[in-house]
């Protein structure tokens, strides 16, 4: 017994060592790949089910590292909100967005906006809507061409700075997407409190649409919901046409999924848009 037991401390340890040196390499690699611009920007596109047709599209961070190879932003994300990289990381994001959409805009497509994922530690910097205002000037692009992705975590500090935050941005013309619904804690009457223009009901809700009353139940009361404040409603993660078509009965106004589009680099998004969307 005792043998096993030095064994599993022996494990244990080894794990942690392991994921300290990971998370060590994470760091380096992310602060070498963002000196570097090594970093890059997808996108994904967005369709709306009453116009028929994609109006706008997410940005995605992707970081390929010599080393560590295809890195998911669900695992650097969280070193980079940790280390403070996120700051410069989510800057050159936006600026990388917003050069993007004035380009296919130029191009004729001149409804698209961008959607761009805003971490909480972003957020709350006290120059934050500064820093989206001087993008905005810098770029000549239209504020409405920006949408800002928020999760609920961003009032979980200051609810009347958060409120303030995001009136003032809205006011200054960018719409606000709260992301990830339905994984938070926040209760709905809190949710009616937030100025925002899109709901974004999480995949996980999404995924068994079809099969699950349960879960169809509940997309049905955030839509009517939503509908009642004035929210549009993206589905993310639509895979099916059945998905799609139920989302579309039930007054669903936006969706985003692999039965679009995976996310792409911009020199395929732009061909994409070519054969996908009428200038
Ligand atoms: P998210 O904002 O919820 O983004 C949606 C994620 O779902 C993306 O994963 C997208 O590739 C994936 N997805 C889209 N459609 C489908 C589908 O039909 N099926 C499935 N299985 N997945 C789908 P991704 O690109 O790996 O990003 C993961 C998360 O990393 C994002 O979740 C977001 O929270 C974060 N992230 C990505 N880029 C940025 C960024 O520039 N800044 C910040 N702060 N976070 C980012
Ligand atoms: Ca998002
Ligand atoms: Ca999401
Ligand atoms: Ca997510």
């Not at 599993?8 to 070498?32: D, H, I, T, W």
């Amino acid at each position: 017994a005792k043998e096993t037991g030095r064994n599993k401390y022996q494990f244990y340890s080894a794990k942690f060592v392991e994921a300290a040196n990971r998370r060590l390499l994470l760091e380096q690699g992310l602060r070498k790949a963002l000196e570097e611009k090594r970093l890059k920007v997808f996108y994904q596109p967005k369709f709306d089910l009453h116009l028929n047709q994609i109006t706008g599209l997410e940005a995605l961070l992707r970081w390929n590292d010599p080393v560590l190879g295809n890195v998911s932003p669900d695992e650097f994300i969280p070193v980079a909100e940790e280390t403070g990289l996120i700051i410069p990381i989510g800057k050159w994001v936006l600026e990388e967005a917003s050069r993007q959409v004035l380009e296919w805009q130029k191009m004729g497509y001149s409804d698209l906006h961008v959607c761009v994922n805003i971490s909480s530690i972003q957020f709350l910097q006290n120059d934050f809507t500064k820093m989206i205002e001087q993008i905005i000037r810098e770029n000549s692009l239209q504020p409405q061409s920006l949408n800002l992705e928020i999760t609920e975590r961003i009032a979980l500090y200051n609810i009347e700075d958060t409120i303030q935050k995001l009136q003032h941005l809205q006011q200054f013309g960018v719409t606000i997407s709260l992301d990830d619904f339905g994984t938070g804690y926040s209760s709905l009457s809190y949710i009616k409190s937030l100025p925002i223009n899109f709901l974004k009901i999480d995949r996980s809700f999404i995924k068994d649409i079809f099969f699950n009353h349960q879960d169809a139940a509940i997309i049905r009361s955030i839509i009517s919901l939503a509908q009642s404040l004035d929210f549009k409603v993206v589905a993310e993660g639509v895979e099916t046409d059945d998905q799609l078509r139920v989302l579309g009965e039930m007054g669903c106004n936006e969706i985003q999924g692999y039965y679009i589009a995976k996310p792409m680099a911009s020199e395929d998004f732009s061909k994409f848009l070519e054969h996908n969307l009428v200038k």
